[in-house]
């Protein structure tokens, strides 16, 4: 199953307790439309956890996770042609897809059936090697699931846009949530809603923050500049700003009813969810029905949307607000995550770091 690339040091984790530990391997051979990149920065998301911890079943140890990747370009194939050595470039949740299908043909590949995750994917073009992502120095992916990460942006702050940001701006996007004068409802205020507060801002939006946390006022007020914050448990305020908001982007990961946010919407607005409850949802129909309503799904973004999102960010000085951490941190870093003890996410110095890698 190793291809025989160059010798990567990373950490690991070797079975479901999750606790990662220093770990050697070999990328694959890099092809002639690949580019290799050593990695600088890379956040640590919600989803680095499931894997690390076979929450889904599906975990393939060792996992190497880590999918907020911003580094360099040290090597590139004979084929390459959008980037070259030196360049600073991002890689997100993927770095493969079918390339054949529907979705990807119209560039929503982010829905493509073969999408390969960039940590612990089945990378069935490469002989069905196990994807290992940016918890490591040095990743090697197609230069068509590369992006360009644009002068100006620090990097560490960018390295969350790649999950985090584009998460929340690709549904932006698609349902018209770019525009000024629109009213944008963000539930949540972690590693995505806090991002998706600053595109909200940038777009020239009015952006209400709906939030359980009375203490999370100050900060999204603040600093990071919402319009507004709704207490969700506070009926009489919920209920003055009914039929208010434009869309909302719900970024909640734990249960919650979604009947009081549909409420916020004006007829035809969309609750779009980006997170992750692992029990079902309840959906009354009578609270999308009479104002025609939707309740949409959205998974990260097209590569395309990516860039876009970038640069975007690039142009308006939009960074996620991190907590940078030393690889030999990344345990307590986990353990505080998934207590939600981050002010919002955790992005580990992959470069700074000593210590990376030892026998398998
Ligand atoms: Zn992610
Ligand atoms: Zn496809």
């Known amino acids: 199953m190793e291809q025989g690339g160059k010798t990567a040091l990373g950490w690991a984790a070797r079975d479901a307790t999750g606790v990662l530990s220093p770990y050697s391997f070999t990328t694959r051979v890099q092809g002639d439309d690949d580019v290799t990149i050593k990695v600088l920065y890379c956040g640590i998301c919600h989803t680095d956890l499931h894997f690390i911890k076979n929450d889904w079943g599906i975990s393939m140890y060792p996992v190497v996770p880590g999918h907020e990747i911003v580094g360099i ?55 069905g090697a196990v994807t290992r992502g940016g918890f490591s120095d040095a990743v090697v992916v197609n230069e068509g699931y590369v992006v360009r990460v644009p002068d100006g942006l620090p990097l560490d702050r960018a390295a969350p846009l790649l999950c985090a940001g584009v998460t929340v701006y690709s549904p932006m996007i698609r349902h018209g949530l ?24 940038a777009f020239g939006m009015k952006v209400t923050v709906v939030s ?49 946010l549909l409420q916020l919407l004006k007829p035809m607005g969309q609750l779009v969810v980006v997170g992750g409850p692992s029990k079902p949802l309840e959906l009354p129909v009578v609270a999308i029905v009479p104002g025609g309503k939707g309740v949409n799904g959205s ?62």
């Open 212 to 260: 359980s946390s009375p203490g999370k006022r100050q900060e999204a007020l603040d600093r990071l500049g919402a319009d507004e914050f709704l207490i969700s448990g506070d009926a009489e305020l919920m209920k003055a700003a009914a039929g208010t908001m434009d869309g909302i982007i719900d970024t909640v990961s734990a249960w919650h009813p979604v009947a009081p």
């Open 73 to 127: 370009v040290t090597d590139v194939g004979p084929g390459v042609s959008k980037f070259k050595a030196g360049d600073t470039v991002g890689v997100g949740y993927y770095v493969d897809t079918c390339r054949d299908c529907e979705w990807c043909g119209a560039g929503h590949e982010n829905y493509c059936a073969g999408l390969v995750p960039t940590c612990n994917g089945v990378d069935h073009r490469h002989g």
């Open 178 to 201: 770019d525009r000024p004068g629109k009213h944008l409802g963000v539930v949540g205020l972690g590693g995505l809603g806090h991002v998706a507060v600053k595109f909200g801002k």
């Open 299 to 360: 998974l990260v973004g097209s590569v395309a949307d990516c860039q876009a999102m970038l640069d975007f960010a690039g142009k308006h000085g939009i960074g996620a607000e991190v907590e940078v951490v030393k690889m030999d941190y990344v345990n307590t870093a986990l353990e505080r995550l998934e207590k939600n003890d981050v002010r919002y996410r955790f992005v580990i110095d992959v470069a700074g770091s000593n210590d990376l890698g030892s026998a398998a």
